[in-house]
């Protein structure tokens, strides 16, 4: 079974995050990096010719809908999503075990995969670790996730104790099952870390990474699952730091969910290459705004009148053309989607430009400075606990 074209180098690594080099097929990736989530292949209200302006080097979507709708008929009759979209840029797709949370009214769980309702057409289908690795190699994705057995991270780690057990094993035995499918020379297969929030010595994720140390030659990357589920921030950041100290360092390290521009920069400096989440264009389509001195509420009646850009000097295609918080805030209260839209182009341009300008910080050794910078300015002096314990478990004072 083939490993994958993936090429991965380590540029230089400091106390906070390390700048690494990703190379895929359709697209060399320089980390961290944030990645743009397209469910179906695409930015929700975003243009083709937008996304390309964006500039993201890769993006992700979701196997679970893409096999719902268009189907593996269609995928392969395009020979994958790249020439059904139009979109050229890497495409990391997950796999599906996502939806065993999500969608947990709809699903069944079993050893054999995830049974569940489609929600488009109400039939009972059935999710398995092979047929997830069959639809991934229909849409061509350069990365594909191996199915897991994700549970909340709400669950009590005592009364169920059994069901996170039952998990942490079935995952391992879903990711054998996944490489053994997994026969396409053009894509990569990247493992995911889970083990709930069970970071004792040889608790399930002890248990979990040392089977990520045991089949790292046969993956290109791993990812860490199981988090930004309802669990604390101070657990959150201490899973993040033990699985990025005790996995393999040679293979890309993947944060899943994770997309908050405190969370990102917190968790780069933590030693995380690659993010994911929908948050900013979900919030950007309420009027959310990225800004480095927090979030922007677009919709507050303060910013009737305001002249300003959302970011001033930001080069996204928002704030370039000189569209004011005025304009934007007029459009969003009579809930005009173009509105949204521009909001959205600009938090996910922030994202990327956030994660550009943090590699550049670490490699001219000045990561230490922009990260107390970011957080400083983001927090506007009410740092919260765990961002303080996070840091100071690297060193800094803060």
């Known amino acids: 079974m083939p490993v994958g074209p993936l090429k991965f180098e380590i ?64 995928l392969d009759n395009f020979s994958g999503l790249h020439n059904f979209s139009g979109i050229r840029t890497n495409f990391l797709t997950d796999s599906g075990g996502f939806q065993m949370v999500s969608l947990l009214d709809l699903t069944e769980i079993t050893e054999q995969g995830v049974e569940f309702t489609s929600p488009v057409d109400s039939k009972r289908l059935m999710l398995t670790p092979e047929e997830s690795i069959r639809t991934q190699q229909s849409i061509g994705s350069d990365v594909m996730m191996a199915l897991d057995d994700v549970v909340s991270a709400e669950l009590d780690p005592v009364k169920d104790k059994a069901r996170i057990e ?17 026969t396409s020379p053009s894509q990569t297969l990247f493992g995911i870390c889970q083990g709930h929030l069970d970071i004792s010595p040889n608790g399930f994720r002890d248990q979990c990474i040392q089977v990520m140390r045991e089949r790292k030659d046969q993956m290109g ?17 201490r899973v993040v730091r033990h699985c990025c100290v005790h996995l393999p360092q040679d293979k890309p390290r993947y944060l899943m969910g994770v997309g908050y521009p405190l969370d990102v920069v917190v968790c780069a400096a933590l030693g995380v290459d690659m993010f ?49 918080r005025a304009y934007l805030n007029c459009l969003l209260k009579e809930n005009e989607a173009t509105g949204g839209v521009m909001v959205s182009i600009h938090n996910v341009h ?45 060193g800094m004072k803060i």
């Open 350 to 394: 922030f994202l990327l430009q956030l994660m550009r300008d943090m590699r550049q910080a670490i490699v001219d050794g000045k990561s230490e400075e922009f990260v107390q910078g970011f957080i400083t300015k983001w927090c506007q002096g009410k740092i919260p606990e765990w961002v303080a314990e996070a840091m100071q478990s690297l």
């Open 276 to 324: 994911d989440c929908v948050y900013a264009t979900r919030t950007g389509r309420f009027g959310t705004a990225f800004s480095y001195e927090g979030e922007v509420n677009l919709t507050r009646e303060a910013f009737s009148s305001q002249r300003g850009t959302i970011v001033e000097g930001c080069k996204c295609e928002t704030c370039a053309k000189g569209v004011s």
């Open 221 to 237: 990357g791993i990812a860490i699952g199981g988090l930004s589920g309802g669990e604390t921030k101070s657990t959150f950041w």
């Open 166 to 182: 039952e998990a942490t094993q079935r995952t391992t035995r879903w990711l054998d099952r996944c490489i053994s499918a997994h």
């Open 11 to 74: 540029q230089k690594e400091s106390t906070f995050g390390r700048a690494t080099t990703v190379e895929l097929p359709h697209n060399i990736i320089q980390t961290p990096v944030f990645m743009p989530v397209g469910t179906q292949g695409t930015l929700k209200g975003i243009t083709t010719s937008q996304i390309q302006d964006l500039g993201p080097k890769i993006m992700l979507s979701n196997t679970f809908f893409l096999n719902l709708r268009p189907g593996t008929d269609v």
